[in-house]
């Protein structure tokens, strides 16, 4: 079978493609794929081509496809795995395998390591070792989008879980956020940080009293609080503020008055900015966790830290790169029960958008880009649709179903899309 596909030959050379893909193997899987979500994890690894760590050395000779947030549906499974999937299944990967044996080492995974799958192309050959390690997870919600989002999703679930704290003198770690605690989300509201918004405002085990969520751009918070309300967070028992700190003239003082003078328990970093990363140190309460989520490009990057009270105050640091399997189905358990991921998504797009989307991610504003592999569509915001829909038909009617979902995507619009697909140009 034939597939079109962006694949990665070395540094900033994405290249959209179509060739044939071998039969499979009785220990394979045969999918196609109906929606990926760009990361910026692939615009580091598309700048940095072989020299990043999940990218092997021959890509130039053994291009890989690119993109590891993806959804789709099965259409021919091997025999080894015709037991466990059947042919129509909707799925999600967990593309982080850590494969002991795998054919590129232990950090290898689809979306960056592989030649026949990853997450921005129309027909893919899952490997025995996604299948092996559990994680071709099924999807039975509605649309694609919400399995192909629980991969960022995950993320954040896997930090959350990741933060830890401790009882001085016994030296056992207790791992999680502060149940009923003070927690920040600094730089948080971009994609990631929604998600995690999202998250905790929809948790049922553990959650804090107090939730703040910054940002220097009062747009983006304006956005997260219309998406996130402080009422509804109220309803779940949590004080949410939003606050933009470039208004504060002393961001430090006035975010730790809002603690008691006591600091926050745990702090998660959405950027890469060694200010915000100091500003999160001085934050910290006694026994406090700081987690540095944004992942740098700059193999050198640092930041000041306080170790006085690294020693004296228990502060703890913690850092995490995508979430493991158990994370992914907990995000789309929680999917399951009620929480939509739409929110994160601010732009739409067909597979021809890949390439220049991805290679300025940094520059393009807004949350998620959503891709539709099957579409040939120019990246284009929901915001835009309207206008569009003055001279094309289907934009003016996805104009129409998002405003009555709150300007969101949703299933209802995912679908149309679908099935219009042939008349967008």
């Known amino acids: 079978m034939k597939t079109k596909a962006v694949r990665l030959y070395g540094k900033k050379d994405l290249r959209l493609e179509e060739f044939e893909l071998p039969q499979i193997k009785e220990n394979e899987i045969l999918a196609k794929v109906i929606c990926d979500s760009l990361c910026m994890s692939s615009y580091k690894a598309a700048s940095q081509g072989s020299d990043h760590k999940r990218i092997p050395n021959d890509v130039d000779i053994n291009p890989t496809i690119i993109g590891h947030e993806f959804a789709g549906e099965l259409v021919e499974v091997g025999s080894k795995w015709q037991s466990q999937f059947k042919v129509g299944n909707k799925f999600s990967i967990q593309p982080a395998l850590n ?37 071709l997870l099924p999807y039975d919600g509605e649309g694609f989008y919400p399995a192909s989002l629980s991969e960022p999703l995950s993320c954040v679930i896997g930090a959350i879980h990741a933060n830890y704290h401790t009882t001085p003198g016994s030296y056992i770690h207790k791992m999680e956020i502060v149940d009923g605690g003070k927690m920040a989300l600094l730089a948080g ?209 996805l104009a129409i179903i998002c405003e009555r979902n709150k300007g969101l995507w949703s299933v209802e619009a995912e679908t149309y899309l679908l099935r219009n697909a042939d008349k967008l140009n």
Request: some cysteine.
């Open 189 to 397: 509201v971009g994609p990631m940080g929604l998600a995690a918004i999202n998250y905790v405002l929809h948790r049922e085990d553990r959650k804090p009293s107090l939730l703040v969520v910054t940002d220097i751009d009062q747009t983006r918070l304006d956005r997260a609080a219309g998406l996130y309300s402080v009422a509804f967070a109220a309803s779940r028992g949590i004080d949410l503020r939003y606050i933009n700190t470039a208004l504060f003239a002393n961001p430090i003082e006035d975010m730790k008055a809002l603690t008691g003078g006591d600091g926050f328990n745990d702090i998660f970093v959405f950027a890469p900015v060694a200010p915000v990363i100091e500003q999160a140190d001085a934050l910290l309460a006694f026994d406090g966790c700081l987690n540095f989520f944004a992942g740098p490009s700059d193999a050198s990057f640092k930041a000041p830290l306080n170790f006085y009270n690294v020693h004296y105050a228990y502060t703890h640091v913690v850092g995490t790169s995508g979430g493991n399997t158990d994370d992914i189905k907990e995000a789309l358990d929680m999917m399951s029960k009620g929480l939509d991921p739409a929110g994160l998504v601010t732009h739409i797009g067909g597979i021809n958008s890949v390439i220049d989307a991805t290679l300025h991610l940094p520059q393009i504003p807004g949350g998620k880009k959503l891709i539709y592999n099957h579409l040939e569509m120019p990246l284009t915001p929901i915001a835009d649709f309207a206008e569009k829909g003055k001279n094309n038909s289907v934009f003016k009617q």
């Open 99 to 135: 494969y002991v044996d795998g054919p590129v080492g232990i950090l290898s995974a689809p979306g960056y390591s592989y030649r026949f799958i990853g997450g921005d192309a129309t027909y893919v050959i899952i490997p025995n070792e996604v299948m092996e390690l559990g994680c």
